[in-house]
């Protein structure tokens, strides 16, 4: 179908002919001495079936694509196309003359309007060009997107498969700490653990869950963790009524409390705490903060390791730069805030 019918701007393509019927009845009332309503009662028709001839130029214009090997025969193919159905056109309109009885009037302005149907011909061939390459850089942008799209919800699947073999070891590596020490707590770690993953797996490969669901799982993480630290881990939550259906990524916070918990309660020897807060600010968006207690005199950690690295990489991902992740650490405490941009699951 042709792109200006199937965008329903058909209407729009007749109106911009009104200025040439204009300049036509002009040109015909001076050469041929007609009155004004007599020569816009012959222009008009003739614009108007015009208009939907030059329409047919655009699948001409599909067959012969612009090449620079191939410009003698586009210009030979159009040029002839022009000639023919100009001539065409100028033989309607003496027909049109003769039919409303003014056969004289016709003869001075065959000339005008044969070359005026060359000129708008051509034209026509001129804008469809430009309409096809519109088309073919719109096309090459949705499959570019596209191609963005699918590497982006790869990687998204790459990460979230690298999550829980992460958790699992250093759960693993917790447990096995403790056999030799209590081996009563060992066991319910392992209980917490297996219920902990029987919850992941139950995701499959939904790319969002709500945000309620999340911090479920990030609860039963802290549940496990809280086995090994008994006092030592406090958690706090300050959750906003509004987000609790809002989508995140699944296992999203995940990552962020182990490493709250690895690189900061572990290295405490007296009780610290993991506060994860969380509220629909300003924009619709989502804000996050997951803050936990580090000892400042201990050795220097690696900051950003597996566990920022794969949330940003995730954001990065899914909301293509428009969510943000920053870490700050003041007075005792790390903090790493998170703000989602609103939208619906997709």
Request: charged share 20%; aromatic share 8%; hydrophobic share 50%.
């Amino acid at each position: 179908m042709h792109p200006i019918v199937r965008s329903g701007k058909l209407g729009l393509y007749l109106l911009a002919w009104l200025p040439v019927g204009a300049a036509l009845a002009v040109l015909f009332a001076r050469q041929s001495r007609l009155s004004w309503l007599a020569s816009g009662a012959v222009v008009f028709p003739l614009c108007l079936i015009y208009a939907f001839v030059c329409l047919s130029s655009w699948y001409v214009c599909q067959g012969l694509p612009l090449r620079r090997e191939q410009m003698p025969r586009i210009l030979i193919s159009h040029l002839g196309s022009a000639v023919g159905i100009s001539g065409l056109w100028t033989a309607f309109a003496k027909v049109m003359f003769v039919a409303f009885s003014m056969p004289s009037a016709i003869d001075p302005v065959l000339p005008s309007i044969f070359g005026m149907g060359i000129v708008l011909y051509l034209l026509a061939v001129a804008v469809h060009y430009v309409l096809i390459a519109v088309e073919a850089s719109q096309e090459a942008q949705a499959r570019e997107a596209e191609a963005r799209l699918l590497a982006g919800e790869a990687e998204l699947r790459a990460l979230k498969a690298q999550i829980n073999p992460h958790f699992l070891f250093n759960s693993l590596h917790s447990i096995s700490a403790l056999t030799s020490s209590d081996a009563a707590k060992a066991r319910e770690m392992c209980v917490l653990l297996s219920g902990f993953l029987r919850s992941t797996l139950g995701l499959g490969e939904r790319a969002a869950i709500p945000l309620e669901e999340e911090l479920a799982l990030a609860r039963s993480y802290l549940a496990i963790e809280k086995v090994r630290f008994g006092v030592r881990l406090q958690v706090e939550e300050n959750i906003g009524p509004a987000c609790a259906r809002f989508p995140v990524p699944a296992l999203l916070l995940q990552p962020l409390v182990e490493n709250a918990v690895i690189h900061g309660i572990a290295n405490l020897i007296e009780a610290g705490f993991v506060r994860i807060s969380a509220d629909v600010v300003e924009g619709d968006d989502l804000a996050i903060t997951v803050e936990n207690s580090f000892d400042r005199d201990a050795p220097p950690t690696r900051r950003g390791g597996f566990g920022l690295a794969a949330t940003r990489k995730r954001l990065d991902a899914r909301y293509g730069g428009r969510a943000t992740l920053h870490t700050a650490s003041h007075d005792g405490t790390f903090r790493v805030e998170l703000r989602l941009p609103a939208e619906e699951e997709r």
